[in-house]
């Protein structure tokens, strides 16, 4: 009985080295996928949140009040601020999500007016053992440095009235439509997640 021939043995490495290979491919395409679930509930949470937040306020509140003779303001492919009805500073229909991986904390940088007027920066900021924001100020002009660990998500939000459902047009119902789009990863498929509500 004889052993293996050199010739066995190099077959027996090739084709053990594509399967190796074939189970690397498999775990970097495993680990693509996870993340960008994660990513993807991240964008669709944040998506919630503004909805939720949108919802509070009254329907006579210049942020969800559409100008006389529009049908919609703001706009999910571009950053739109408008002048509200009431005529007073400006309405801004973006804002940025921060969070930072390595401690937990979420940072909300939406625009604003200051109390002169001025164009400045909202910053709110939630850690995980506060839900409460840590600061909530208007007067900084410049957004918080991130880290390299940090993950922004881009915001932007239109509102549309009347609202057609099932081919009826609906009048005094507003559609808020939230689309969260991540700004920071640039490898794997795009992240993009919109979602509506309506108001009436």
């Known amino acids: 009985m004889g052993g293996f021939t050199l ?3 190099i077959f027996a490495i090739a084709i053990f080295a594509v399967g190796i290979l ?3 491919l498999l775990m970097t395409v495993a680990t693509k996928g996870t993340t960008h679930s994660r990513y993807m509930n991240m964008a669709a949470a944040m998506a919630n949140e503004k909805l939720e937040d949108l919802n509070r306020v009254s329907l006579s509140d210049p942020a969800v009040t559409l100008p006389t003779g529009s049908t919609s303001v703001g706009d999910l492919t571009k950053d739109v601020t408008a002048t509200p009805v009431s005529g007073d500073g400006q309405i801004y229909y973006f804002d940025n999500v921060q969070s930072s991986a390595a401690n937990g904390s979420v940072t909300e940088i939406r625009n604003g007016v200051d109390q ?3 164009d400045c920066l909202e910053i709110f900021q ?5 839900s409460t924001p840590v600061s909530d100020s208007c ?3 410049t957004a918080p440095s991130a880290s390299g660990d940090t993950i922004v998500f881009h915001r932007r939000w239109m509102i549309e009235s009347p ?3 099932n ?3 609906v009048t005094g119902a507003r559609r808020i439509t939230v689309q969260v789009t991540l700004s920071t990863e640039t490898a794997g498929p795009a992240v993009t997640f919109q979602m509506s509500t309506i108001r009436s």
Request: proline residues 4%; without cysteine; charged residues 5%.
């Open 7 to 9: 010739l066995e043995v």
């Open 139 to 141: 007067t900084s002009t």
């Open 126 to 130: 939630y850690t995980p053992t506060n």
């Open 163 to 165: 609202v057609s459902i």
């Open 116 to 118: 002169n007027g001025a």
């Open 167 to 169: 081919g009826v047009s």
């Open 22 to 24: 074939g189970l690397a």
